[in-house]
């Protein structure tokens, strides 16, 4: 559902990881045919940024730019319905 | 040694005039209009409160259509502006208005009221802004993303 959302255009999605290396990265991205842009922040600027220290967490920003969705977790459910509320 | 000294002093004289020249004090520090067809802004905020900052002391960033028209303390009149509608969002560190639209009209003044939202990571405040490359070379912004509804997923590295 995340997915088919991603493939629309009108929701983007970005990965953030701060714990393996660029080539990790690269190699997880293509085996797992991840179509989002992953960006490999080890010093962790946008990560103390948006308060993630260590656990999974994902962020939804409507079309405006406001926070409308934060969690610790992938609750692929309550997410979906979120940007199906926002577009 | 005379000479030297004196041909320094000249030297250092024609750098400083080559770059008051080029450094014109009393222009405009924001873009202005390449025709006369301009209208002024009045910007006034409202905290989340809905109180009006009036006190004067506050400086925002304010920018039209993206492009920075400098810092302002608020409320302020912004002359120059080019006449037609315009995206306009002020901002400082902690505080940021959602983009608003206003219609700046010849030689008039627009007034526009922006209510202002705390920045931050959580639901309801505006999204702190980022600029980062993915691994791709990729240059991501946040603000590149306006208008589109974006899914940030921070992945763990613990457990």
């Known amino acids: ?87 | 040694m005379k000479n030297v000294t004196s041909l320094c002093w000249a030297l250092a004289l024609a750098s400083i005039s080559l770059c008051l020249q080029s450094c014109d004090p009393s222009g405009p520090a924001f873009p202005v209009a390449p025709t006369n067809e301009v209208g002024s802004l009045r910007i006034s905020v409202l905290s989340p409160s809905g109180s009006e900052d009036t006190l004067g002391t506050n400086s925002y960033s304010v920018e039209l259509d993206g492009h920075s028209y400098g810092k302002w303390t608020v409320p302020c009149v912004i002359p120059y502006v080019p006449v037609g509608a315009h995206d306009v969002v002020v901002f400082n560190h902690v505080w940021s208005s959602l983009a608003t639209k206003v219609e700046i009209k010849t030689d008039r003044e627009t007034s526009v009221s922006l209510s202002l939202l705390a920045i931050g990571p959580y639901a309801g405040n505006v999204a702190p802004p980022f600029s980062a490359s993915s691994i791709d070379g990729q240059g991501l912004t946040l603000k590149a993303l306006r208008g589109r509804v974006v899914v940030l997923a921070f992945f763990g590295s613990v457990g």
Not at chain 1, 63 to 74: H, L, M, P, Q
């Open chain 1, 1 to 87: 559902m995340l997915l088919s959302f991603t493939s629309s255009g009108r929701v983007a999605r970005i990965g953030f990881d701060c714990a393996y290396s660029e080539s990790y990265l690269r190699s997880f991205q293509a085996q797992s045919r991840l179509c989002f842009p992953i960006v490999s922040d080890p010093s962790r600027v946008v990560f103390s940024t948006y308060g993630a220290y260590g656990l999974s967490m994902y962020v939804i920003v409507d079309t405006r730019g406001v926070v409308k969705y934060r969690a610790n977790g992938f609750y692929e459910a309550a997410m979906s319905a979120k940007i199906k509320e926002l577009l």
